[in-house]
């Protein structure tokens, strides 16, 4: 895998956030050029926190996370600025953050603008190759926010992200908010995307399904911690984690192929305010031992290319 990708980034120890409510402990993982990361866990397991936080909009009380040799977390807020356009967001719902009052030419103009990038004929043709490469008219560029639907708006902020040129977008459920049909246009577009621009997507999700079908490798999040990583085909053939196991046997074709029966998690997922001590998982897992209790399982590759944080495995 090293060779396939030069390293990215490595996102590494993000932990313990400031603010109390989201409390991701302990995620690191890396991110290869050209590839498509998935995080996956249930809502409450720290995905969107982790994706937030490379962005240093939520800021982390320890941690790294090392784009191009620099750790992003050290460097100055100017020297910041110079990467932060290399790493976009896009999020579920794009609508809430476009300016009702302005036109969509504009809405996707502004960022290259205060960057100061081109004048004003090669911005708007800028814009105009945009609104076309996701998918949308020449006549939107004239069009106001709420005249778009669901997947427009996601075409919109997909749009946005790409005015900038950027080398890495973070898709914080891109598609949850969306009609299946229409989710499978913009998953699309985004593979579409990533080939011709050859971008490397962040893509979290709680979505099995979606995530199998974007992502070239994933990590599975449980309560702040990444409890299982692997090549998507090596997860989806053999999910080691009992965790894992659990979220795959509650998609329908799976079960029937892979899991003979559906895993039912007994509780909830507990508070990451006060996770469980040893394995995060224990109090959930239907096959936690005494062990599990009192003693943190190390994440380690058990298969090349196959992590997982597991006493018994
Ligand atoms: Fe379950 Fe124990 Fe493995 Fe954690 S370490 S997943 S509690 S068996
Ligand atoms: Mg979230």
Redesign the pocket.
């Known amino acids: 895998l090293e060779k396939k990708f030069p390293v990215y980034g490595t996102f590494g120890k993000l932990f313990g956030t400031k603010s109390h409510v989201n409390a991701v402990t302990d995620v690191s993982f890396r991110l290869y050029e050209g590839e498509t990361y998935g995080l996956v866990g249930e809502?409450g397991s720290g995905?969107?926190t982790t994706g937030r936080t490379i962005l240093g909009l939520t800021p982390a009380t320890s941690g790294q996370v090392i784009y191009q040799d620099q750790d992003l977390m050290k460097i100055s807020k100017n020297e910041f600025r110079k990467f932060r356009k290399d790493i976009q967001l896009v999020f579920q719902d794009p609508f809430s953050s476009l300016n009702p009052r302005k036109r969509i030419g504009h809405i996707l103009e502004e960022p290259l603008i205060i960057h100061k990038i081109g004048n004003q004929t090669e911005r708007e043709e800028q814009v105009y190759s945009i609104l076309k490469i996701v998918g949308l008219q020449p006549e939107h560029y004239f069009r106001y926010p709420h005249e778009f639907s669901g997947g427009q708006r996601q075409r919109l902020g997909l749009a946005r992200a790409l005015i900038m040129n950027p080398k890495i977008i973070i898709c914080?459920?891109p598609v949850s908010a969306l009609d299946v049909s229409i989710q499978s246009q913009i998953l699309n577009i985004l593979k579409q995307l990533q080939e011709d621009l050859k971008l490397t997507l962040l893509f979290?999700t709680h979505d099995i399904s979606v995530v199998r079908y974007i992502s070239d490798r994933i990590g599975i999040m449980y309560l702040g911690k990444i409890v299982e990583e692997a090549l998507t085909d090596d997860l989806f053939s053999e999910p080691l984690h009992p965790y894992t196991q659990a979220l795959f046997s509650a998609v329908p074709n799976f079960t029937r192929n892979r899991l003979k029966e559906r895993i039912i998690l007994k509780g909830e997922i507990p508070s990451p305010l006060s996770p469980p001590t040893g394995c995060v998982f224990h109090t959930r897992c239907p096959m936690a031992i005494e062990r599990c209790k009192v003693e943190v399982p190390a994440f380690r590759e058990v298969q090349a290319n196959h992590c997982v944080a597991c006493h018994l495995i």
């Open positions: 809502s995905k969107s914080d459920e979290i």
